[in-house]
């Protein structure tokens, strides 16, 4: 019985012992590094760039205009109006154009015939087309890189030209024609 009570003090005692140890872990490293902390508030702070001075006051400057006139006072909206509308009827599937190209030596318009819709332009990317490389847990990565369309390709940006579904005057089906000279593309016959 007395080998059992002196077993149970020393596990007593080797538990406290234990934990006293873990604490005083603990304080010695909560005291370093509130040491850095304090450490670090001394340190030299690099001095501002020119950009982000202009920028500072850029900022500053443009919240005392906001301040000053506010915002328009909208109340039709009709600019987003016309943009929905705009959107709505170039997401028509039974849209039929009339496309047209510029003579830049006469100035007039050349008819090309039907297309469906108001063409694509070439640089236009099916997917995004940059991809975010090195991602931190902490929400901040790296850069960016080019990424390719599903085809594999990578589309050049601004290209001046246009994919027009034109309507096949003799079948009647639409087929993908590639344009680049200006076009003009109207869903109503324009005078020529």
């Excluded at 604490?23 to 010695?28: E, V």
């Excluded at 109006?81 to 959107?87: Q, S, Y």
Aim: proline content about 6%.
């Amino acid at each position: 019985m007395k080998s059992i009570i002196k077993n149970t003090i020393y596990k007593l005692n080797s538990q406290t012992n234990l934990k006293q140890t873990k604490m005083k872990k603990l304080f010695i490293l909560a005291a370093a590094l509130l040491s850095f902390a304090a450490q670090s508030c001394n340190l030299e702070m690099p001095q501002e760039s020119s950009d982000k001075k202009m920028a500072r006051k850029q900022e500053q400057m443009m919240q005392e205009v906001a301040s000053e006139l506010g915002m328009p006072a909208i109340t039709n909206f009709q600019e987003k109006k016309l943009a929905k509308m705009i959107m709505e009827q170039r997401d028509r599937e039974d849209l039929i154009c009339y496309a047209y190209i510029v003579n830049h030596m006469t100035g007039k318009l050349v008819f090309l015939g039907k297309c469906l819709g108001y063409g694509l332009p070439y640089s236009t990317q099916y997917s995004n087309p940059v991809k975010t490389v090195d991602r931190y847990a902490s929400g901040g990565y790296c850069g960016q890189l080019p990424q390719a369309d599903p085809n594999g390709l990578f589309m050049p940006e601004g290209l001046s030209a246009t994919w027009l579904m034109m309507i096949d005057p003799e079948s009647g089906e639409p087929r993908p024609v590639y344009l680049e000279p200006e076009i003009i593309v109207s869903p109503f016959k324009l005078h020529q």
